[in-house]
């Protein structure tokens, strides 16, 4: 029998572990079936963008500057000092506007220093995305003008000295993307902008104000060079899926918001910190993970139509774009099939889902895209209009045109309007100068508004519709 004094003691420890077993048994209750599914699914779509950055920042960074266009190290500025060629698949959906100048940045050591010349006048643009695929920083035309600047990038949890004359960019990952753009009027303006890309030089603090040297990669073999990191991921199986986001997210933190999917991926095994391996996980958790992939996939491709309104036969998505807040779904499918998405105050990118009567566009056809005078594309920069193939990439054509843009000596009627021609055919040389080359098969287009006037982002101007027309020839025209 307990002395008094043990019962005393004893007693309250009885009455904890009444109050906390049924807390402990709660918290460990095995998840239903259903909520498994939905779960997964939404874990799948949550990771997707975080899994598309790495693989694409290992095929971009796994090789020595100079061997290939467009891939280097990183810490360091890849210049692109031309349009990307017919056959350029590092990323989907690039424009023909700008020439790109592409770093990765290494933050987990140390601050990194961006240096950007005076562009007198020119726009540029230095989006800086996280691994999560959010724009957190613009440097540029728009928003810090085109004096010389210096940035200063800082990791999470950095809380060291900024140097006098640096403006600090706190970064939310330690690992960041930018895709710098710097106007081009096509390739006899190309030796001007390559001046300005020598500019743009990335420095570890340590080494500001003493010669660095350049940064070298370490070569990774076991790295696919060759297949493009879209495809590498919707083909990825859900075991090394969700085992190589686990170890993303102990690299990179969530945002702040993300909290309440921390908890959730927590039911089926999923912990920040901490690798998954699927093989372990619990059968109910196990089943519904495997079978994510593909639901995530489908889901993307039936709610893309719909993500923003659609005018005229084109999406017109100026909201949750670029930062995306816990609209997962939006995040995942714009990191799919256009991935380093602007904020739209940068730009906006109205997509074709149609033309005038419905039906997908498809070079079996040829079309026109009519602007009134005092209806084009609402601007404080510039716009464009650029054609891909379903996959997002850029179709090879024999004028090796890609897009037709405002700076390019486009003919106007007497009117003072505009027709763009899109077709197969040649409509003949009085009518070129405004021909963008389709393929004979299914493609779409893209609009590029950079720096759009209030109108096109509160949806008071909308691109008119892709009409369908009878195919221009050279011997039709007049």
Avoid: C
């Amino acid at each position: 029998m307990l002395s008094r004094l043990n019962a005393r003691l004893f007693l309250p420890l009885i009455a904890l572990l009444l109050i906390t077993v049924p807390a402990a048994r709660a918290e460990t209750a095995t998840v239903t079936e259903q909520d498994a599914q939905e779960i997964a699914i939404d874990a799948y779509l949550y990771f997707y963008p975080l899994v598309t950055m790495d693989i694409t920042r290992k095929q971009a960074t796994n090789i020595e500057a100079g061997k290939e266009l467009g891939r280097g190290p990183m810490n360091t500025f890849i210049h692109i000092p031309s349009y990307p060629p017919a056959d350029f698949r590092v990323v989907v959906r690039p424009n023909f506007d700008t020439l790109y100048s592409s770093a990765w940045l290494d933050l987990s050591k140390e601050p990194m220093v961006i240096s950007v010349p005076d562009t007198a006048g020119r726009y540029y643009l230095l989006p800086m995305l996280d691994m999560w695929s959010d724009v957190f920083a613009s440097p540029g035309w728009r928003t810090t003008g085109t004096q010389p600047g210096t940035f200063l990038v800082t990791p999470p949890g950095w809380s060291g000295q900024v140097p006098n004359g640096m403006q600090q960019i706190a970064a939310p990952t330690p690992t960041v993307w930018i895709i710098g753009r710097t106007k081009t009027d096509g390739p006899s303006d190309y030796p001007a902008v390559h001046k300005i890309q020598a500019g743009y030089v990335v420095t570890p603090l340590s080494q500001w104000g003493k010669t660095a040297s350049a940064p070298r990669a370490v070569i990774d073999p076991s790295v696919d060079m060759k297949t493009p990191p879209k495809i590498q991921v919707d083909t990825m199986a859900a075991a090394a899926y969700f085992g190589y986001a686990a170890e993303l997210l102990k690299q990179h933190p969530p945002h702040v918001t993300d909290q309440p999917m921390i908890a959730r991926l927590k039911k089926i095994g999923i912990e920040a910190g901490k690798s998954f391996d699927l093989s372990k996980a619990p059968p109910v958790a196990r089943k519904a993970l495997e079978a994510a992939p593909a639901q995530g996939q489908r889901l993307m491709a039936w709610k893309m139509p719909t993500l923003a309104r659609v005018v005229n036969g084109w999406t017109m998505n100026t909201d949750t774009m670029g930062v995306y807040g816990n609209y997962y779904l939006k995040r995942a499918i714009v990191a799919q099939v256009g991935l380093g998405a602007n904020v739209p105050e940068d730009a906006i990118y109205p997509m074709n889902l149609a033309d005038d009567t419905g039906k997908p566009l498809d070079g079996a056809n040829a079309y026109v895209l009519h602007f009134d005078k005092q209806a084009l594309p609402p601007v404080a920069a510039f716009w464009s209009v650029t054609l891909y193939d379903s996959d997002g990439f850029q179709v090879a054509n024999a004028l090796n045109r890609f897009a037709l843009s405002s700076w390019m000596p486009l003919h106007t009627n007497p009117d003072g309007s505009l027709d763009l021609l899109i077709q197969n055919e040649n409509p003949g040389p009085g009518k070129e100068a405004n021909w963008l080359p389709a393929p004979k098969g299914a493609f779409n287009l893209v609009m590029r508004l950079y720096a759009p006037r209030p109108e096109a982002l509160i949806g008071k101007w909308a691109p008119p519709p892709v009409t369908r027309v009878q195919a221009l020839s050279p011997l039709t025209v007049q």
